[in-house]
């Protein structure tokens, strides 16, 4: 508003200018609040993790759980653990969870199924709990990689939105800056 004197601009290339540029102030002023807390809310929430390196760890953790259940079916004769998996850890391991949730910091599925195995610790034998403990960490663990999924995801998303519309509004000020020249110049 100030290079136009206080006035809405009325040409359609003007108004797409504006428009574009309205859209990269709040992009510009979300990415800044989204740099700044971000990080933090992450170094809460486990060791630093590379996003690209999140569906290893995420295998990773689905292998030894696997490797629990299996080692749970082998010592006991209790089928508790192998009916939990099937249940609710299947599904939760099979990738990215709650990743909405994470967006506002909800840990409520981590501490449901916690919960859930912990409920379950009083049928379990001795060799069964400990089993139970190591998975009740993986759980744990893998709620956390899901968290740094979804934050380090939004960033990544806000910078695939940022730089193209960036991108976009340099095209529309170049042209604008054509036809200005254009007009002022150009009949004389």
Known sequence: L??????????????????LF????????FGFYLTRTIPTTLSSRG?????????????????????????????????ILAEFYESYLMYFLAGPRNVLLHLVRSERTSYRLRHELR????????????????????????DDL??????QGLLKLW?????????????FLVAHIVLIYAFTYGGS
């Open 2 to 19: 100030f290079h136009t004197s206080g006035k809405v601009p009325t040409g359609h290339l003007d108004i797409a200018l504006y428009a």
């Open 22 to 29: 309205t859209l990269m102030v709040a992009s510009g002023l």
């Open 47 to 79: 060791n630093e993790v590379i996003f690209e390196r999140i569906p290893l760890f995420r295998r990773q953790i689905k292998d030894r759980v696997e490797q629990i259940i299996l080692q749970s079916i082998e010592q006991s004769a209790s089928s």
């Open 119 to 142: 409920e379950s610790d009083r049928y379990l034998d001795e060799q069964d709990k400990v089993l139970a403990a190591e998975l009740d960490d993986l759980i744990k663990l893998k």
């Open 146 to 151: 899901d968290f740094h999924y979804a934050r």
């Open 159 to 171: 910078l695939f939105f940022h730089i193209p519309m960036t991108l976009v509004l340099l095209m």
